[in-house]
């Protein structure tokens, strides 16, 4: 059984935007493929269709041939969607026909170790993108990513990733009173993404490795990036963005103490992680995905004249001048809500590629750090050439790469 911590669901009105014609239809629409049909993409399917009334959803694209057929009978009854068989495609080249069929938008959701390759042949086709986080699970992908966003800008071509609390009205708010001096000088801060198991598939008999992998994505290196860089990419953002960019090194350590079988494929369980700021900032990173534990999904700011937490819904500041908010649209929609105003020219023009990327790399330096038992640079984390996956893609033996063991 699989389990989203996104639900496929429409909530809210559609918010009303500006008319914006594109040059290949007469209508004034803006024609959207989805790239990955599993919890996610299906969840941001509702998503973008609840953003805007402009919205259509026209080519669906899964390696797995029955997300691709559950998405579209999802969409059967929607009005907005105009998705037929010959606009559904299945398999490892999936991505490639829904970039050929006459979309102005794509949603990338596929695991993401394919997220670099698609996002850059995206970009090459003239496309805006919603790209899911994180943006790759290696350095060489990482450079990938930040190179397409380049190209990107250059095309106009808008970008929005989903790190929904830069799309959140507390934290947006919450970060408005640290550019204003409300906290002083940042000296420190502290992230948490700590919870429970999340959902496993068995393996069947008739199922080879990759597939087995593949539909297992989250406990394999080289398809999730680890928990720390699928998951607690969030928390490590918000340290980024509220200390304005990525850290000088990491020092790291964590381990497999529980999901120890080879069901869970390589990942580790639990991570903690060091990372040092220009002017001797430092963050502590904390993840952690076992059963029976004290749960927090949260970050907290430390500066000369207050303290900054953020849980999700809410930002609290206590010290000097105390402050707090909650509230707003549900991010998921608003995220959505943004790249379709940038799109359209009735809001500003977004492209979050290589801000995302240079949080990706921040987790993927910290996950490094933690799996060698090292203290690990900026630049000798994303210059590494150390690429994870297989080079061809087809169902098929996949030997699991080992756990790795610091210090070895």
């Known amino acids: 059984m699989t389990h989203s ?15 914006y014609a594109f040059a290949s239809h007469s209508e004034e629409v803006i024609r959207v493929g989805v790239i990955g049909c599993g919890g996610r993409g299906t969840g941001a399917i509702w ?16 390696v797995f041939a029955e997300r691709v057929q559950s998405a ?27 970039l050929a069929a006459d979309v102005d938008m794509v949603i990338l959701a596929t695991p993401p170790h394919f997220r670099p390759e698609h996002f850059a042949a995206a970009i090459a086709a003239g496309k805006h993108v919603f790209m899911e986080k994180p943006v790759a699970v290696d350095a060489p992908g ?44 940042i000296r420190s801060a502290s992230c948490w993404w700590n919870q429970g198991f999340l959902w496993r598939v068995d393996r069947t008999a008739n199922m080879t490795d990759t597939e087995w992998q593949m539909r297992n994505w989250l406990y394999f290196t080289w398809l999730s990036g680890d928990h720390i860089v699928e998951q607690h990419i969030h928390n490590i953002d918000v340290c980024n963005w509220a200390i304005g960019g990525p850290p000088k090194s990491a020092t790291g350590m964590g381990g497999r103490e529980v999901r120890t079988g ?81 799109i ?36 000798e984390a994303i210059n590494s050439e150390g690429r994870l996956g297989p080079d061809d893609y087809a169902f098929g033996p996949l030997p699991v790469r080992p756990v790795s063991v610091p210090g070895s």
């Open 5 to 19: 911590r996104r639900h496929f669901l429409s909530t809210g009105a559609a918010a009303a935007l500006a008319p």
């Open 47 to 62: 998503n973008c269709l609840a953003s805007s009334p402009m919205v259509r959803i026209v080519a669906l694209g899964d």
């Open 72 to 98: 579209a009978a999802k969409l059967a009854n929607e009005p907005r969607s105009s998705v037929t068989p010959e606009t559904t495609f299945s398999g490892f080249d999936a991505f490639q026909k829904v």
């Open 142 to 185: 990482v450079r990938t990513v930040i190179a397409a966003a380049a190209e990107a800008k250059t095309k106009q071509l808008s970008v929005v990733s989903g790190t929904q609390r830069r799309h959140q009205q507390p934290y947006l708010e919450a970060m408005a009173q640290v550019r204003d001096g409300r906290i002083g000088e």
């Open 262 to 342: 080879p069901e869970w494929g390589n990942i580790f369980d639990h991570f903690a992680i060091d990372f040092e700021y220009d002017n001797d900032v430092r963050v502590t990173s904390w993840c952690r995905q076992i059963d029976g534990c004290t749960g927090k999904v949260a970050e907290e700011i430390v500066g000369t004249q207050g303290v900054l937490r953020t849980d999700g819904g809410r930002a609290i500041i206590t010290g000097e001048s105390p402050w707090r908010t909650k509230g707003g649209r549900n991010p998921y929609e608003q995220e959505h809500v943004d790249l379709i105003a940038s």
């Open 344 to 379: 359209t020219g009735s809001g500003p023009y977004l492209n979050e590629g290589r801000r995302v990327a240079e949080s990706t790399m921040t987790a993927i330096m910290g996950r490094d750090s933690a799996y060698s038992g090292k203290k690990l640079t900026w630049a």
